[in-house]
């Protein structure tokens, strides 16, 4: 009776151990699958910045959750502005600052098309290309 006992312990102790395994496996698997999901909010973008004027280019790729242009570009620190009651107003771009006295400016393309609203109201799009060119002459 004893040997019973002793073998049914064994049976009871394998099929623990055996169920524990399974239960670290698929709680591996859980966690694993949990931090390859791609974030939705974050997106890739390229930032371009030229200007002839400096004999500067400049190309970038990033990733960001901003939602705006605008926001992107004050968070990476890429950007000067005046706060307007339109909303951000370039005024100068990784240092390089525009100026009334020469007519520059700064203009925005996203994937080769002029910009037909201000930095605020520009949509962070995965995949896109955004161009900051200082212009000069209205």
């Avoid at 910045?49 to 280019?57: A, G, L």
């Avoid at 098309?113 to 896109?128: L, M, N, P, R, Y």
Wanted: aromatic share 10%; hydrophobic share 40%; glycine share 6%.
């Amino acid at each position: 009776m004893e040997k019973k006992t002793n073998s049914k312990k064994l049976v009871i102790s394998i099929v623990g151990i055996v169920v524990l395994i399974a239960l670290c496996v698929v709680m591996w698997l859980v966690h694993d699958s949990a931090q390859k999901e791609p974030d939705e909010n974050i997106k890739t973008i390229t930032v371009q910045v030229k200007s002839e004027r400096d004999s500067y280019s400049f190309e970038q790729e990033y990733t960001t959750d901003a939602k705006c242009f605008g926001d992107f570009l004050e968070t990476a620190d890429l950007i000067g502005f005046d706060d307007t009651e339109y909303g951000r107003y370039i005024t100068s771009v990784q240092g390089m600052e525009a100026n009334d006295e020469e007519q520059s400016w700064w203009s925005i393309s996203v994937n080769g098309e002029s910009a037909v609203t201000g930095v605020d109201e520009i949509v962070v799009e995965d995949g896109s290309v955004y161009l900051l060119e200082l212009k000069i002459g209205w």
